[in-house]
């Protein structure tokens, strides 16, 4: 069994700064790609940032510049920087990964989801 827990949401100004944490545990083998999704009321999931395990990324056009993801493999945890938040940034936002467990399944597993809000 593998599980990602999310950590870091909140309510910030705009302008502001947060950054997401989101650890994976459990039967591991390796963690391959990780990313982080995030979901506005009313809209689609839609894809924010990916980190492959040799460390290239890839963002949204509406957070580059502003987001920057991160990870460390030695601790199977994905981190996504966010700066210069805007409020249609509010949305929960979700970390994905790619995993290869101890009994050599692949999986794709979500997170529980942290909400962010950005407001004044």
């Known amino acids: 069994q593998v599980q990602l827990v999310e950590s870091g949401g909140g309510l910030v100004q705009p302008g502001g700064s947060l950054r997401l944490s989101c650890a994976a545990s459990?039967?591991?083998?390796?963690?391959?790609?990780m990313a982080w999704y995030r979901q506005a009321p009313g809209k689609q999931r839609e894809l924010v940032a990916t980190?492959?395990?040799?460390?290239?990324?890839n963002y949204a056009d509406s957070v580059k510049g502003r987001f920057t993801i991160s990870r460390d493999n030695v601790k199977n945890t994905v981190y996504l920087q966010m700066n210069s938040l805007k409020p249609e940034d509010t949305a929960v936002y979700y970390c994905?990964?790619?995993?290869?467990?101890?009994?050599?399944?692949?999986?794709?597993?979500w997170g529980q989801g942290t909400l962010v809000t950005v407001s004044s």
């Open positions: 980190a492959t395990r040799g460390g290239s990324t």
């Open positions: 459990g039967s591991i083998a390796s963690v391959n790609a």
């Open positions: 994905k990964a790619a995993v290869v467990t101890i009994s050599n399944r692949y999986l794709e597993v």
